[in-house]
């Protein structure tokens, strides 16, 4: 099992930007692809990003493409989520995510991922 510990949220004005950082610890960090995902109030856990185990393979939600941009340090154990030009609509929670299974590009489905964190909590004013 693997620890994950998130940090970097806060409260930013629209158009604003944070960086967040999630660090790993108790497991091989490096051979799992990592994700991020976010829950606001009264709606479901969404997808946000993800990064494969060698940190070629991005992807994300179609909502925060071109704003958000995940990467990993396998050296440090560490997985960031910069997130700029924020909007109101990314106020959330937002956990840290280790995939269950070993090399993988970086799945997209929550069920994928066996290991989270305790969130962060993010919000953007307007």
């Known amino acids: 099992q693997v620890q994950l510990v998130e940090s970097g949220g806060g409260l930013v004005q629209a158009g604003g930007s944070l960086r967040l950082s999630c660090a790993a610890s108790g497991r091989t960090f490096s051979i799992y692809a990592m994700g991020w995902f976010r829950q606001a109030p009264g709606n479901e856990r969404q997808f946000v990003a993800a990064?494969?185990?060698?940190?070629?393979?991005?992807k994300y939600a179609d909502s925060v493409k071109g704003r958000f941009t995940i990467s990993r340090d396998n050296a440090k154990n560490t997985v960031w989520l910069q997130m700029n030009s924020l909007q109101p609509d990314d106020t959330a929670v937002y956990y840290c995510?280790?995939?269950?299974?070993?090399?993988?590009?970086?799945?997209?489905?929550?069920?994928?991922?066996?290991?989270w964190g305790q969130g962060t909590q993010v919000t953007v004013s307007s």
């Open positions: 995510a280790a995939d269950r299974s070993r090399y993988r590009s970086g799945p997209t489905d929550a069920n994928d991922f066996g290991s």
């Open positions: 990064i494969g185990w060698n940190g070629y393979s991005t």
